[in-house]
């Protein structure tokens, strides 16, 4: 199993960014893809998921600012990030466990993780 992640940067506050992963060494379409971030000093934190069949699910904090999105012809999860706070700052992770098709809003349940991309949010 291989999770790449992408697209991340410095984005001023309010800004957009959009992250990506691309996964290999599993079905992608058959399995759940989930978004979790860690911020400096603190805890991971799930984000976000996405079902096989596109069904999504958000952190309270996030609903409304990020989207969750997949194409599985490109075996690719994104995670478009709108009005970004500097609070979003993190590494932000793509996380899945292979062939499960159950989003879980603990990071502990995830068996496989990306390297991670850092976000930086700062005026």
């Known amino acids: 199993v291989q999770l790449v992640e992408s697209g991340g940067g410095l984005v001023q506050p309010g800004g957009s960014l959009r992250l990506s992963c691309a996964a290999s060494?599993?079905?992608?379409?058959?399995?759940?893809m989930s978004w979790a971030r860690q911020a400096p000093g603190k805890g991971p934190e799930w984000v976000s998921g996405?079902?096989?069949?596109?069904?999504?699910r958000y952190a309270d904090s996030m609903k409304g600012r990020f989207t969750i999105s997949r194409d599985n012809a490109k075996d690719t999860v994104y995670l478009q990030m709108n009005s970004l706070k500097p609070e979003d700052t993190a590494v932000y992770y793509c996380?899945?466990?292979?062939?499960?098709?159950?989003?879980?809003?603990?990071?502990?349940?995830?068996?496989?993780w990306g390297q991670g991309t850092q976000v930086t949010v700062s005026s």
């Open positions: 996405i079902y096989s069949d596109g069904y999504t």
């Open positions: 060494g599993f079905t992608f379409s058959s399995s759940a």
């Open positions: 996380a899945t466990n292979p062939y499960s098709d159950v989003v879980s809003t603990r990071v502990a349940d995830f068996g496989s």
